[in-house]
């Protein structure tokens, strides 16, 4: 299978082309175009592979993106190219807009004028997979039961809101010109390679260096955590065997409040390295909240579980264990990150 791929120099798109290259027979065209967060280091252990390559290309740019088509001939899309963190979606929410709605739509336009004079079989076994989150259905409260592919979308932030609007494109191009896409959403990702201004990785670092550890509110706010090398195997899994017009809601079952993630990192770097100060709880802040904060996200993955002939392998434990160990031993990365792009100051806080 020939994959045309957005994104794969991010967390979760690289992710997926280490998993393709390394674990199937596919081949990769990795459709990027460098953002802050994109980083060539996270496929460079891949890049020398005759089955990747990787093009330089904006996904709004609708000439560009026909090209690729034209010359690449995949048998399917990935989709994963996206403006992904709410802080910063808070502070500048027309970047989201023009990237995840608009750069979706030219997506979906490039591959229904490539797809559309295919031969029978080819259409057929075409598929546009993207790739999308579980905060487009909003908020749950404590005794909510967790979302499945038939919850309701209530998105509350910018963020959420051009991923919604996404998710509504793809199915719009199944519905009314017969584009086989289909739709996963997911849950929290964390492990290795995580652009430092998300949670697990600005704290785990912050603590690495001795740092204040800041937590919005109370931490009581709870995310499902899904190891983001679990997540490129389903997303694998499903572009080989999803359906279209599906959808398939993908978790690890590993719901956590922000404040007890914290402190797990705390005690894994407290083992590791132990700070002749002391337990690294101490470092730990509580900031004012983010704006319009979603109390609670969980995926029930029942459906992608059974459909995908899928599971998560990690519990929270062992994933946090293995991304911290990452952390310490690839600071040269990191600390280029911190140095140059993303000092670790606070985002989006609407000020």
């Known amino acids: 299978m020939r994959i045309l791929l957005t994104g794969g120099c991010g967390f979760i798109g690289s992710s997926v082309v280490r998993y393709i290259?390394?674990?199937?027979?596919?081949?990769?065209?990795?459709?990027?175009?460098?953002?802050?967060?994109?980083?060539?280091?996270?496929v460079a252990e891949i890049a020398s592979n005759p089955r990747y390559r990787h093009a330089d290309a904006n996904i709004i740019n609708s000439v560009e993106l026909q090209k690729l088509f034209d010359?690449?001939?995949?048998?399917?899309?990935?989709?994963?190219?996206?403006?992904?963190?709410?802080?910063?979606?808070i502070d500048g929410p027309g970047i989201f807009i023009q990237t995840n709605v608009v750069g979706t739509y030219a997506l979906l336009e490039a591959a229904r004028k490539y797809w559309?004079?295919?031969?029978?079989?080819?259409?057929?076994?075409?598929?546009?997979h993207h790739i999308s989150t579980d905060e487009v259905f909003g908020h749950l409260e404590p005794n909510d039961p967790p979302f499945t592919e038939t919850t309701p979308y209530d998105p509350r932030s910018p963020y959420s809101a051009s991923?919604?609007?996404?998710?509504?494109?793809?199915?719009?191009?199944?519905?009314?010109?017969?584009?086989?896409t289909f739709v996963t959403?997911?849950?929290?990702?964390?492990?290795?390679?995580h652009f430092?201004?998300?949670?697990?990785?600005?704290?785990t670092i912050n603590a690495i260096e001795g740092k204040e550890l800041p937590v919005y509110g109370k931490g009581e706010n709870v995310r499902d955590w899904l190891f983001v090398e679990d997540h490129a195997e389903a997303l694998?899994?499903?572009?080989?065997?999803?359906?279209?017009?599906?959808?398939?809601?993908?978790?690890a079952r590993q719901p956590r409040?922000?404040?007890?993630?914290?402190?797990?990192?705390?005690?894994?770097?407290?083992?590791?390295?132990p700070d002749p100060a002391g337990p690294r709880e101490r470092l730990i802040r509580y900031v004012t909240d983010r704006p319009g904060h979603d109390f609670r996200y969980e995926i029930d993955p029942s459906h992608a579980e059974n459909a995908l002939d899928w599971k998560a392998k990690h519990d929270f434990e062992t994933g946090i264990r293995k991304t911290v160990q990452w952390y310490l031993d690839n600071r040269e990365w990191w600390e280029g990150i911190r140095s140059k792009r993303y000092t670790g100051q606070r985002l989006g806080t609407r000020s």
């Open 71 to 89: 010359e690449y001939q995949p048998d399917a899309v990935m989709h994963l190219a996206a403006e992904s963190h709410v802080d910063r979606s």
């Open 185 to 193: 959403n997911t849950t929290n990702n964390y492990g290795v390679w």
């Open 21 to 42: 290259i390394n674990n199937t027979d596919h081949d990769v065209l990795n459709v990027d175009c460098m953002t802050y967060a994109a980083s060539a280091d996270t």
């Open 257 to 273: 409040r922000n404040i007890d993630v914290v402190k797990a990192i705390c005690a894994v770097l407290d083992e590791l390295i």
């Open 163 to 180: 991923k919604a609007a996404s998710d509504h494109l793809v199915r719009a191009w199944f519905h009314t010109y017969g584009l086989p």
């Open 196 to 203: 430092p201004e998300k949670l697990i990785p600005l704290v």
């Open 116 to 128: 559309t004079p295919l031969d029978a079989e080819r259409k057929k076994a075409f598929r546009f």
């Open 236 to 251: 694998v899994r499903a572009v080989e065997r999803g359906e279209p017009g599906e959808t398939y809601a993908i978790g």
